[in-house]
């Protein structure tokens, strides 16, 4: 709790609302001033998050010029760490639209303080995650002809296959995701336009598409985020029930179960969480945002992550049943080698940091710990890109015919550059939006403010 | 190539002849890009067949070679040959990776002062040959030239006799093959008088056992064998004949027999002799005469039932139930390997096979020895052994070398290169390097058999041809042409008048010409020799019998103690035969039959002796025996019984060209270096080995993924009365067809495909299969298929469209083969799930995949239960020449694409295109699939189901009939029958 002390200005009340805080002004600056001024620290960061990046490109592009033999993909496990995480980044996407548009809908106080952040994470995650299935293809150069659109070569895309839909469902999320972190951030750019001068005024201003909060505007922008919540609401819901079916629509054992959609939703959200919380409580501390983002917000995710948890663990639990009770050998032989095979180290890594962990949280004093919640956040990360590890390349592994049965063994230096590269790009960017856009919504700050507190 | 006419094989037959003989008067242009100057008749896009004769091993079967645009880009059996009868086996289909081998030599050298072979130009080269051989003569003295060849016959063992002898020379010429069969020979002195291999014919039987013969992979005449076994062994009618197969190790040849009798190493014999002793006592064959019946009851005296089951670690039962089936049958025969180097007491297991020969006179119609092979002419192990004794003595001046290598496949013990480095002068005449050509002084490369003209005949009454198909790859000539040439050189133009060998060749012919009395005159003989690929007059008379004497025989007794350290099984392969094709590469990409093993060798131990000796799969280990040692891989596997070791032969090369080299691990090195004095083979007592780990590993790069079916039904067995009985209520089996009539409504959520004029499809008889892999070599062939190599076989990534695949029962553990490739499904799992329509459905009911489309999602594979689609995870390229081998009709794959069995989609569109031009539709055995083309037991049938008189739409209503994984509804258009089993009761 060192951190709480070091702001006298902060005490923990078990309401989400922001402390400390007595004037518009206040929270105008408490935001703003977290831009603009980095220190040597931040460059660092940004200086070996784009070298990642660089690691990254440098590796994609080796793999372009040689072939996909330059990951360890092989027969029969064709899709293994590049759909791994394809699948853990459209998950990590999730939470962010979760938290902004279920949670706004629900008019949940303590999203206020964390809603701009995880809703960047969520436009990021699903830009990372819709690099991979190109990472992934294996002549990337005329992966345009996905794209439903007329052409001279009288082409059309396959709209049974899961691909197509992936490629609909990915997109359109990420549309949605951008309008709605955008138009909610119309207002605070507003703002910064107004607290600065020169060029930068000019071109928040030019971001703020003209802004002047008349009611007007006020009555549409309430109008616009109200509708863009409840649009992506669903999407939550569709875009990673879409992913799963990429799988479960395929006839592997191991994928083909109708369990598939919820399963991944439950997974996805249980990641998402778990990055929010590995985001934010270092960004609480770095930009000292104790007072807004209080130990109360953690608590309440902590506590979504146990539900998700359990659900994770019954859909684990369900599959294995099913597995037995459909008579399917092939099905039932998949699941036993999950647990007794060669990824079963993973398995059960999986189903340790994804069901076993978070039951911690329970305690209220495990919820309240920084630390603890900050490790179960990676430990939970960490088990969920195992299970889709899992699913993936376990499944693939040991298909119908045992002949052709073959194990993925390890990434390859590729794979890793790649891997180190996603990684990068996703903090590279969020470093960059911490820096030059609103890391909390000061609109929506300000409106959580008590009226009483108002002294200016 | 069945529809090769006589009319286009005139026309092709005659740009040939036109070549060769403008050729023969200068120097042959040696363009290797093709139509500088265009030879007429030749339109480019039209292929060009050649009839020729394989040189791959001494089995001599005839093929044919397409040509396209001057390359040979195909071979396929000769159907009107005697021996191959339009088949071919794996090593016949790769012989076009001997002739395009980037590690050819590529012109004449000789060993510099560096002590390294630098290029020379053949006028050079032959003027020192010249030279020498004239110091050589002028000396005199006869011996101090030795030819030493691989089994060569007709016009250029003639040619090379009269040489030497022009030289000076008696009995300069030596033919070494490493498979000599002294054993198999003296054991036929002993009992048929005949000091020769015979000609067997095994499809008149209905009765087989064979004592260690591994007849289907590399005894004698591996696919004709093949091929009568096709006509002896499947199902025909009700009726299966059996086939009993006694050995110590589980090869492909064992598994395919009803029964296996497990032997100490060595001991087949005594089997033998049980069954003797056995047929003798409870009289089962009537009518043996009683001196007979005296002279086998003196040999088997010592042996009852129970002592030769001792003796051979076998079950009593067991020997009288092969002597039950022996005696029931009604020509019955027992065969054996008689290779001394493969086994001790071979002698001896011949014989008694021989003398089980005697019992029935109907088991010697299948013997002729008024036709025996050539194995019979070449030399055996002692005189090749009394070859380097002379050489180390320093009584030989010139060694001459042609394609024999008896410095990889001698045993280590006798140094053969050590003997070599007292021969003065060395000449290597071989096309590519090897161990022995290595060691050469001067090398004047000889040309592939498919660049030059020749004949060979592998029995008596049958005489294979030879032509140029194409150019010479490099700087090479015929070897006829270099000894007409240098003879002149040495001699005269008065003793060798020829302008080429081709003119010298016709010469040998005109006798046959006259002897054939044929009307006609010899040009027109001589072309239709050409034309058919061959001379094997009509209707051979048959031979009378053999005698057969009653010259004592003594076996060893019952009782032997075993040698110390782990018995070890040494034995050749199909792929690699004595290791001469080591260097190509597809023998070394097609996974062993039974070991599915790629890429180096092995050494065989059960997998409950494995545990107990904690060794792991590709733990490297120690073979030592008295005469050498060799380090190779463990590989735990059911094929050995438990505390016997196998090594394959064919690997461990040290300078056999970069596919080659380096690979462990060469037995041969392990031999014993004793002679056995009756035979003049091998002397081997029995191998035993000290096995050590050595805590090193080499990685075995396998391709089974699972020992087991897991119980998925992949492969499945009905045994001969179920069938029988199933037959007679006529029961239909469950096929879910794929055609319209397949679609049910409750299961099937599209509509059927519609298809126009054709569904094209495959019966795959696994009665027929006999898991020898020539399939998986002429799709390769075919296709383009890439070849990946070691490292990416380990990372799973060969590209084989159509594979064998090898399970273990897991009761029996007897191996199952099932033959997979793409099932062109007509509810395909791989369609539906491809964002971009690269799988397409055809109206023909193909399931093509357009690699143009696809751009590597890798779904299509991901969602394919059958796991028949490859994906190109790099470009992958084939090192010049191996290029001009590529077959201009198929695409060659990108890396980043899919692709998978297209049931020869490019043979289809060209049978329909001939059919049209005819007026017609294509009618079944118009063409077939590269891979139905070359299986010798013809377990592929490919053809139409719109044709409900075609031979497949006829074939899957069998009761043997099912589909794999039908429960997925994927309704597949291969349709497998069941292999049917019978059991051998006592």
């Given at each position: 709790?060192?951190?709480?002390?070091?702001?006298?200005?902060?005490?923990?009340?078990?309401?989400?609302?922001?402390?400390?805080?007595?004037?518009?002004?206040?929270?105008?600056?408490?935001?703003?001033?977290?831009?603009?001024?980095?220190?040597?620290?931040?460059?660092?960061?940004?200086?070996?998050t784009?070298?990642?990046?660089?690691?990254?490109?440098?590796a994609?592009g080796y793999?372009?010029?040689?072939?996909?033999?330059?990951?360890n993909v092989?027969?029969?496990?064709?899709?293994?760490?590049y759909?791994?995480?394809?699948v853990?980044?459209?998950?990590?996407?999730?939470?962010?639209?979760?938290?902004?548009?279920?949670?706004?809908?629900?008019r949940?106080?303590?999203?206020?303080?964390?809603?701009?952040?995880?809703?960047?994470?969520?436009?990021?995650?699903?830009?990372?995650?819709?690099?991979?299935?190109l990472?992934?293809?294996?002549?990337?150069w005329?992966?345009?002809?996905?794209?439903p659109?007329?052409?001279?070569?009288?082409?059309?895309?396959?709209?049974?296959?899961?691909?197509?839909f992936d490629?609909?469902a990915?997109?359109?999320?990420?549309?949605?995701?951008?309008?709605?972190?955008?138009?909610?951030?119309?207002?605070?750019?507003?703002?910064?336009?107004d607290?600065?001068?020169?060029m930068?005024?000019?071109?928040?201003?030019?971001?703020?598409?003209?802004w002047?909060?008349?009611?007007?505007?006020?009555?549409?922008?309430?109008?616009?985020?109200?509708?863009?919540?409840?649009?992506?609401?669903?999407?939550?819901?569709?875009?990673?029930?879409?992913?799963?079916?990429?799988?479960a629509?395929?006839?592997?054992?191991?994928?083909?179960?109708?369990?598939?959609?919820?399963?991944?939703?439950?997974g996805?959200?249980?990641?998402?969480?778990?990055?929010?919380?590995?985001?934010?409580?270092?960004?609480?501390?770095?930009?000292?945002?104790?007072?807004?983002?209080?130990i109360?917000?953690?608590?309440?995710?902590?506590?979504?992550?146990?539900?998700?948890?359990?659900?994770?663990?019954?859909s684990?639990?369900?599959?294995?049943?099913?597995?037995?009770?459909?008579?399917?050998?092939?099905?039932?032989?998949?699941?036993?080698?999950?647990?007794?095979?060669?990824?079963?180290?993973?398995?059960?890594?999986?189903?340790?940091?994804?069901?076993?962990?978070?039951?911690?949280?329970?305690?209220?004093?495990?919820?309240?710990?920084?630390?603890?919640?900050?490790?179960?956040?990676?430990?939970?990360?960490?088990?969920?890109?195992?299970?889709?590890?899992?699913?993936?390349?376990?499944?693939?592994?040991?298909e119908?015919?045992?002949y052709?049965?073959?194990?993925?063994?390890?990434?390859?230096?590729?794979?890793?550059?790649?891997?180190?590269?996603?990684?990068?790009?996703?903090?590279?960017?969020?470093?960059?939006?911490?820096?030059?856009?609103?890391?909390?919504?000061?609109?929506?700050?300000?409106?959580?403010?008590p009226?009483?507190?108002?002294?200016g | 190539?069945?529809?090769?006419?006589?009319?286009?094989?005139?026309?092709?037959?005659?740009?040939?002849?036109?070549?060769?003989?403008?050729?023969?008067?200068?120097?042959?242009?040696?363009?290797?890009?093709?139509?500088?100057?265009?030879?007429?008749?030749?339109?480019?896009?039209?292929?060009?067949?050649?009839?020729?004769?394989c040189?791959?091993?001494?089995?001599?079967c005839?093929?044919i070679?397409?040509?396209?645009?001057?390359?040979v880009?195909?071979?396929?059996?000769?159907?009107?040959?005697?021996?191959?009868?339009?088949?071919?086996?794996?090593?016949?289909?790769?012989?076009?990776?001997?002739?395009?081998?980037?590690?050819?030599?590529?012109?004449?050298?000789?060993?510099?002062?560096?002590?390294?072979l630098?290029?020379?130009?053949?006028?050079?080269?032959?003027?020192?040959?010249?030279?020498?051989?004239?110091?050589?003569?002028?000396?005199?003295?006869?011996?101090?030239?030795?030819?030493?060849t691989?089994?060569?016959?007709?016009?250029?063992?003639d040619?090379?006799?009269?040489?030497?002898?022009?030289?000076?020379q008696?009995?300069?010429?030596?033919?070494?093959?490493?498979?000599?069969?002294?054993?198999?020979?003296?054991?036929?002195?002993v009992?048929?008088?005949?000091?020769?291999?015979?000609?067997?014919?095994?499809?008149?039987?209905?009765?087989?056992?064979?004592?260690?013969?591994?007849?289907?992979?590399?005894?004698?005449?591996?696919?004709?064998?093949?091929?009568?076994?096709?006509?002896?062994?499947?199902?025909k009618?009700?009726?299966?004949?059996?086939?009993?197969?006694?050995?110590?190790r589980?090869?492909?040849?064992?598994?395919?027999a009803?029964?296996?009798?497990?032997?100490?190493?060595?001991?087949?014999?005594?089997?033998?002799?049980?069954?003797?002793?056995?047929?003798?006592?409870?009289?089962l064959?009537?009518g043996?005469?009683?001196?007979?019946?005296a002279?086998?009851?003196?040999?088997?005296?010592?042996?009852?039932?129970?002592?030769?089951?001792?003796?051979?670690?076998?079950?009593?039962?067991?020997?009288?139930?092969?002597?039950?089936?022996?005696?029931?049958?009604?020509r019955?025969?027992?065969?054996?390997?008689?290779?001394?180097?493969?086994?001790?007491?071979?002698?001896?297991?011949?014989?008694?096979?021989n003398?089980?020969?005697?019992?029935?006179?109907?088991?010697?119609?299948?013997?002729?020895?008024?036709?025996?092979?050539?194995?019979?002419?070449?030399?055996?192990?002692?005189?090749?052994?009394?070859?380097?004794?002379?050489?180390?003595?320093?009584?030989?001046?010139l060694?001459?070398?042609?394609?024999?290598?008896?410095?990889?496949?001698?045993?280590?013990e006798w140094?053969?290169?050590g003997?070599?480095?007292s021969?003065?002068?060395?000449?290597?005449?071989?096309?590519?390097?090897?161990?022995?050509?290595?060691?050469?002084?001067?090398?004047?490369?000889?040309?592939?058999?498919?660049?030059?003209?020749?004949?060979?005949?592998?029995?008596?009454?049958?005489?294979?041809?030879?032509?140029?198909?194409?150019?010479?790859?490099?700087?090479?000539?015929?070897?006829?042409d270099?000894l007409?040439?240098?003879?002149?050189?040495?001699?005269?133009?008065?003793?060798?008048?020829?302008?080429?060998?081709?003119?010298?060749?016709?010469?040998?012919?005109?006798?046959?010409?006259?002897d054939?009395?044929?009307?006609?005159?010899?040009?027109?003989?001589?072309?239709?020799?050409?034309?058919?690929?061959?001379?094997?007059?009509?209707?051979p008379?048959?031979?009378?019998a053999?005698?057969?004497?009653t010259?004592?025989?003594?076996?060893?007794?019952?009782?032997?103690?075993?040698?110390?350290?782990?018995?070890?099984?040494?034995?050749?392969?199909?792929?690699?035969?004595?290791?001469?094709?080591?260097?190509?590469?597809?023998?070394?990409?097609?996974?062993?039959?039974?070991?599915?093993?790629?890429?180096?060798?092995?050494?065989?131990?059960h997998?409950?002796?494995?545990?107990?000796?904690?060794?792991?799969?590709?733990?490297?280990?120690?073979?030592?025996?008295d005469?050498?040692?060799?380090?190779?891989?463990?590989?735990?596997?059911?094929?050995?019984?438990?505390?016997?070791?196998?090594?394959?032969?064919?690997?461990?090369?040290?300078?056999?060209?970069?596919?080659?080299?380096?690979?462990?691990?060469?037995?041969?090195?392990?031999?014993?270096?004793?002679?056995d004095?009756?035979?003049?083979?091998?002397?081997?007592?029995?191998?035993y080995?000290?096995?050590?780990?050595?805590?090193?590993s080499?990685?075995?790069a396998?391709?089974?993924?699972?020992?087991?079916?897991?119980?998925r039904?992949?492969?499945?067995?009905?045994?001969?009365?179920?069938?029988?009985?199933?037959?007679?209520?006529?029961?239909q089996?469950?096929?879910?067809?794929p055609l319209?009539?397949?679609?049910?409504?409750?299961?099937?959520?599209?509509?059927?495909?519609?298809?126009?004029?054709?569904?094209?499809?495959?019966?795959?008889?696994?009665?027929?299969?006999?898991?020898?892999?020539?399939?998986?070599?002429?799709?390769?062939?075919?296709?383009?298929?890439?070849?990946?190599?070691?490292?990416?076989?380990?990372?799973?990534?060969?590209?084989?469209?159509?594979?064998?695949?090898?399970?273990?029962?897991?009761?029996?553990?007897?191996?199952?083969w099932?033959?997979?490739?793409?099932?062109?499904?007509?509810?395909?799992p791989?369609e539906?799930?491809?964002?971009?329509?690269?799988?397409q459905?055809?109206?023909?009911?193909?399931?093509?995949?357009?690699?143009?489309?696809c751009?590597?999602?890798?779904?299509?594979?991901?969602?394919?239960?059958?796991?028949?689609?490859?994906?190109?995870?790099?470009?992958?390229?084939?090192?010049?020449?191996?290029k001009?081998?590529?077959?201009?009709?198929?695409?060659?794959?990108?890396?980043?694409i899919?692709?998978?069995?297209s049931?020869?989609?490019?043979?289809?569109?060209?049978?329909k295109?001939?059919?049209?031009?005819?007026?017609?539709?294509?009618?079944?055995g118009?063409?077939?699939?590269?891979?139905?083309?070359?299986?010798p037991?013809?377990?592929?049938?490919?053809?139409?189901l719109?044709?409900?008189?075609?031979?497949?739409?006829?074939?899957?209503?069998?009761v043997?009939?099912?589909?794999?994984?039908?429960e997925?509804?994927?309704?597949?258009?291969?349709?497998?029958?069941?292999?049917?089993?019978?059991?051998?009761?006592?």
């Amino acid at each position: 709790m060192t951190f709480v002390e070091s702001n006298p200005r902060t005490y923990l009340m078990e309401s989400g609302q922001p402390q400390g805080l007595t004037s518009y002004a206040d929270a105008d600056m408490q935001i703003i001033r977290t831009m603009w001024h980095p220190g040597t620290f931040y460059w660092f960061c940004v200086a070996m998050t784009g070298l990642g990046v660089a690691v990254g490109a440098i590796a994609w592009g080796y793999q372009i010029a040689t072939g996909i033999g330059a990951a360890n993909v092989m027969h029969p496990v064709m899709w293994a760490s590049y759909l791994t995480n394809f699948v853990f980044w459209v998950g990590i996407a999730h939470s962010g639209t979760l938290i902004s548009a279920i949670l706004f809908l629900f008019r949940a106080s303590w999203r206020t303080s964390v809603s701009r952040a995880s809703e960047a994470m969520t436009i990021f995650a699903v830009m990372i995650a819709g690099l991979f299935p190109l990472i992934h293809l294996g002549r990337v150069w005329i992966v345009y002809w996905i794209l439903p659109y007329p052409n001279q070569r009288n082409l059309w895309p396959n709209f049974q296959s899961p691909l197509v839909f992936d490629v609909i469902a990915i997109s359109t999320y990420l549309t949605v995701s951008f309008l709605f972190w955008y138009t909610g951030m119309i207002p605070d750019l507003a703002t910064i336009r107004d607290r600065t001068t020169g060029m930068k005024s000019r071109i928040y201003g030019f971001l703020a598409l003209g802004w002047e909060g008349s009611n007007d505007y006020w009555r549409h922008y309430g109008t616009a985020y109200l509708f863009f919540a409840a649009l992506a609401t669903p999407l939550v819901i569709s875009v990673h029930s879409v992913v799963s079916w990429d799988f479960a629509l395929g006839i592997s054992p191991g994928w083909h179960s109708t369990i598939f959609a919820p399963y991944f939703v439950a997974g996805a959200i249980h990641s998402g969480l778990a990055m929010v919380l590995v985001l934010l409580i270092p960004l609480r501390k770095i930009y000292k945002f104790e007072n807004l983002l209080t130990i109360n917000v953690l608590e309440q995710i902590a506590r979504t992550i146990i539900l998700t948890g359990l659900i994770v663990g019954y859909s684990y639990a369900v599959e294995h049943f099913m597995s037995v009770y459909s008579g399917n050998e092939p099905e039932r032989f998949q699941y036993e080698w999950r647990m007794t095979g060669y990824y079963s180290w993973l398995y059960w890594i999986m189903v340790v940091c994804n069901v076993f962990v978070p039951i911690a949280l329970f305690f209220k004093k495990v919820r309240t710990n920084l630390k603890a919640l900050f490790s179960i956040g990676i430990l939970v990360l960490i088990g969920m890109w195992f299970e889709r590890l899992v699913i993936i390349a376990g499944s693939q592994a040991r298909e119908y015919d045992p002949y052709s049965w073959g194990v993925y063994k390890y990434p390859s230096i590729v794979e890793w550059g790649i891997l180190i590269g996603s990684f990068s790009l996703f903090f590279f960017l969020f470093l960059l939006f911490a820096k030059f856009l609103p890391t909390i919504s000061i609109t929506e700050l300000k409106e959580a403010i008590p009226p009483e507190e108002i002294k200016g | 190539m069945q529809n090769l006419n006589r009319r286009e094989f005139l026309k092709l037959f005659g740009v040939c002849g036109t070549g060769a003989v403008l050729s023969g008067c200068s120097e042959p242009k040696r363009y290797l890009i093709p139509y500088i100057d265009p030879p007429e008749d030749v339109t480019p896009g039209v292929a060009a067949y050649y009839a020729t004769t394989c040189r791959e091993c001494p089995a001599g079967c005839g093929m044919i070679a397409k040509n396209r645009e001057g390359r040979v880009i195909k071979v396929e059996g000769n159907p009107a040959h005697p021996i191959s009868g339009g088949k071919l086996c794996m090593r016949g289909q790769a012989s076009l990776h001997g002739l395009y081998n980037p590690d050819r030599f590529t012109g004449p050298m000789r060993r510099g002062a560096t002590g390294q072979l630098e290029p020379i130009k053949w006028e050079n080269g032959q003027d020192l040959l010249a030279s020498t051989v004239n110091g050589i003569a002028r000396r005199g003295g006869t011996g101090r030239i030795v030819f030493l060849t691989d089994l060569i016959t007709g016009s250029l063992e003639d040619m090379t006799a009269y040489w030497l002898s022009e030289m000076g020379q008696q009995n300069g010429h030596v033919m070494y093959e490493t498979y000599a069969y002294e054993s198999l020979r003296q054991a036929n002195k002993v009992v048929f008088e005949n000091d020769a291999v015979p000609t067997y014919r095994l499809d008149g039987l209905d009765f087989l056992i064979s004592f260690n013969a591994d007849f289907l992979e590399t005894w004698i005449s591996n696919l004709e064998f093949a091929r009568q076994f096709g006509e002896f062994h499947p199902l025909k009618g009700d009726k299966k004949n059996k086939f009993i197969f006694v050995g110590p190790r589980l090869s492909m040849t064992a598994n395919n027999a009803d029964l296996w009798i497990q032997t100490r190493p060595g001991m087949e014999y005594a089997v033998a002799l049980g069954m003797l002793r056995i047929i003798l006592d409870g009289g089962l064959i009537k009518g043996i005469p009683a001196d007979r019946r005296a002279y086998l009851g003196a040999i088997t005296a010592d042996w009852s039932v129970e002592k030769a089951a001792a003796a051979a670690g076998c079950d009593p039962g067991m020997i009288s139930a092969a002597a039950g089936e022996f005696a029931r049958a009604a020509r019955p025969m027992a065969i054996a390997d008689g290779r001394s180097m493969f086994s001790a007491n071979a002698t001896e297991t011949a014989v008694a096979a021989n003398l089980l020969c005697t019992l029935n006179p109907k088991s010697l119609d299948a013997v002729d020895f008024g036709r025996p092979h050539s194995y019979s002419k070449t030399a055996s192990a002692q005189s090749m052994k009394g070859l380097a004794d002379r050489m180390r003595a320093g009584e030989v001046d010139l060694l001459l070398i042609y394609r024999a290598n008896p410095v990889f496949s001698l045993p280590g013990e006798w140094d053969f290169a050590g003997a070599m480095k007292s021969v003065p002068n060395v000449v290597s005449f071989s096309p590519a390097v090897d161990e022995t050509s290595s060691l050469a002084n001067l090398v004047l490369p000889a040309n592939y058999s498919f660049e030059t003209w020749g004949d060979y005949s592998p029995r008596q009454g049958v005489s294979g041809f030879l032509q140029p198909i194409m150019g010479p790859v490099f700087n090479t000539r015929g070897l006829g042409d270099i000894l007409i040439s240098t003879g002149k050189k040495v001699k005269s133009e008065i003793s060798f008048p020829w302008r080429d060998f081709n003119l010298a060749l016709q010469g040998y012919w005109t006798r046959a010409y006259k002897d054939s009395g044929g009307s006609g005159t010899f040009r027109s003989f001589w072309e239709n020799l050409l034309m058919r690929g061959g001379y094997w007059p009509q209707s051979p008379s048959p031979s009378p019998a053999p005698s057969i004497t009653t010259t004592a025989f003594s076996f060893p007794a019952p009782g032997q103690k075993p040698g110390k350290g782990m018995p070890v099984v040494v034995y050749p392969t199909i792929q690699f035969f004595d290791g001469r094709t080591a260097n190509h590469l597809w023998v070394q990409e097609i996974p062993d039959s039974m070991t599915q093993t790629t890429w180096g060798g092995w050494v065989e131990i059960h997998p409950e002796t494995a545990r107990e000796m904690d060794l792991g799969k590709g733990d490297l280990i120690e073979m030592k025996t008295d005469f050498g040692v060799v380090e190779a891989p463990a590989l735990p596997i059911y094929t050995v019984p438990k505390g016997v070791a196998a090594i394959p032969v064919g690997q461990g090369h040290t300078n056999f060209g970069r596919f080659a080299d380096g690979l462990p691990a060469n037995p041969f090195k392990l031999m014993p270096s004793g002679i056995d004095m009756t035979s003049g083979g091998i002397g081997n007592p029995g191998m035993y080995a000290a096995v050590r780990k050595t805590g090193a590993s080499f990685d075995i790069a396998h391709t089974d993924g699972s020992f087991s079916q897991h119980g998925r039904d992949f492969w499945q067995t009905i045994s001969l009365d179920e069938r029988n009985k199933m037959a007679a209520n006529g029961t239909q089996p469950y096929i879910d067809y794929p055609l319209p009539k397949g679609y049910d409504e409750s299961k099937d959520f599209y509509p059927p495909h519609e298809h126009k004029d054709y569904r094209w499809s495959m019966v795959v008889d696994m009665d027929r299969c006999i898991g020898c892999g020539a399939c998986v070599v002429g799709c390769y062939s075919e296709n383009n298929v890439a070849v990946v190599k070691r490292e990416q076989v380990l990372m799973g990534r060969e590209m084989s469209w159509i594979r064998v695949q090898r399970y273990f029962d897991d009761e029996t553990k007897l191996a199952r083969w099932l033959v997979m490739l793409c099932q062109h499904c007509d509810n395909a799992p791989c369609e539906y799930v491809c964002p971009i329509f690269a799988p397409q459905h055809s109206v023909e009911g193909l399931n093509n995949q357009i690699y143009n489309r696809c751009f590597g999602t890798r779904f299509c594979s991901q969602n394919d239960p059958y796991k028949v689609r490859r994906f190109n995870w790099y470009s992958f390229s084939r090192p010049s020449p191996l290029k001009w081998q590529l077959n201009p009709d198929v695409t060659v794959r990108q890396k980043g694409i899919m692709e998978k069995c297209s049931f020869c989609v490019q043979r289809i569109i060209e049978a329909k295109i001939e059919a049209r031009q005819k007026g017609r539709k294509v009618k079944d055995g118009d063409f077939t699939t590269a891979c139905a083309q070359t299986c010798p037991t013809n377990a592929l049938i490919f053809g139409s189901l719109l044709d409900p008189e075609s031979r497949v739409s006829r074939m899957i209503n069998d009761v043997r009939a099912y589909q794999v994984l039908v429960e997925l509804n994927t309704k597949p258009a291969v349709i497998y029958l069941k292999r049917v089993t019978q059991e051998i009761r006592a």
